[in-house]
Nanobody
Framework: QVQLVESGGGLVQAGGSLRLSCAAS????????MGWYRQAPEKQRELVAV???????NYADSVKGRFTISRDNAKNTVYLQMNSLKPEDTAVYYC??????????????WGQGTQVTVSS
């Protein structure tokens, strides 16, 4: 059984910062890409940032220069540092990871989501 547990969401004023964390646990053999997605009310879930197992990041244009994704492979954890937050960043943020379990093949897993609210 593999789980992703997120933390770090909350309420912040525009221009502020938040750091999200997502830890993978369970019967893990290997982790490939890890990333963050978000879903605002009445909108589709969208990619925010993704990072490869080797540490190469990619970002949505809307967050480039403001958000930084990183990972700690020893801790099976991915982070999202969010700076210069804007009201339009308000959404539920979901962690995603492609994981090979000890007794399973590669699968995509999702966290439960954490709310980020940016007030103007």
């Amino acid at each position: 059984q593999v789980q992703l547990v997120e933390s770090g969401g909350g309420l912040v004023q525009a221009g502020g910062s938040l750091r999200l964390s997502c830890a993978a646990s369970g019967s893990i053999f290997n982790i490939s890409a890890m990333g963050w997605y978000r879903q605002a009310p009445e909108k589709q879930r969208e990619l925010v940032a993704v990072i490869s197992s080797g540490g190469s990041p990619n970002y949505a244009d809307s967050v480039k220069g403001r958000f930084t994704i990183s990972r700690d492979n020893a801790k099976n954890t991915v982070y999202l540092q969010m700076n210069s937050l804007k009201p339009e960043d308000t959404a539920v943020y979901y962690c995603n990871a492609v994981i090979r379990g000890i007794a399973t093949t590669w699968k995509s897993y999702w966290g439960q989501g954490t709310q980020v609210t940016v007030s103007s």
